[in-house]
């Protein structure tokens, strides 16, 4: 995904995780990115900037993911965004309720740059990772954005 205009909201209660993915984006090409500590928080921020993804944890206080996820998919002008969900361990109930509320896919813990950079392109429908590795003056940014 180098040079990527598209902006991403991290959405997780521990600071340290925020870090953690904010370093990955980094590392695969994410310019901008914000963070926010729950989910009502990363509604207030939804509402007013602009946002191209959001990767947010499952289990948060206030408002966690699934909650999260929901609400913009209630609003009009947040319910094309993308949401990516992360969880340590998937149960078949959480994988349920992430298609219920509209989650575009989730990434299991520890995350991985690839892991996480594969997961970002299949939701936004751009080449996989290991396509990209074999054409390497391949943008990786979606067509709308170039």
Do not use: W
Not at 21 to 26: A, D, N, P, S
Not at 103 to 114: I, K, S
């Amino acid at each position: 995904m180098r040079n990527s205009r598209l902006r991403f909201l991290i959405v997780d209660d521990f600071a340290t995780t925020r870090r953690i993915i904010g370093k990955l984006l980094r590392e695969i090409g994410v310019a901008s990115s914000e963070e926010a500590s729950d989910g009502l928080a990363a509604l207030e921020l939804l509402r007013h900037d602009r946002f191209d993804f959001v990767i947010t944890d499952i289990e948060m206080p206030r408002m966690n993911g699934f909650d999260l996820i929901a609400a913009m998919r209630r609003d009009a002008a947040l319910q094309s965004i993308p949401a990516l969900l992360v969880t340590r361990e998937p149960s078949k109930e959480q994988v349920v309720r992430a298609a219920r509320v509209g989650a575009n896919g989730y990434v299991v813990r520890p995350l991985t740059r690839a892991g996480l950079e594969d997961k970002i392109c299949a939701v936004l429908g751009l080449p996989a990772l290991s396509t990209a590795r074999r054409s390497p003056s391949a943008a990786l940014v979606p067509s709308a954005m170039r």
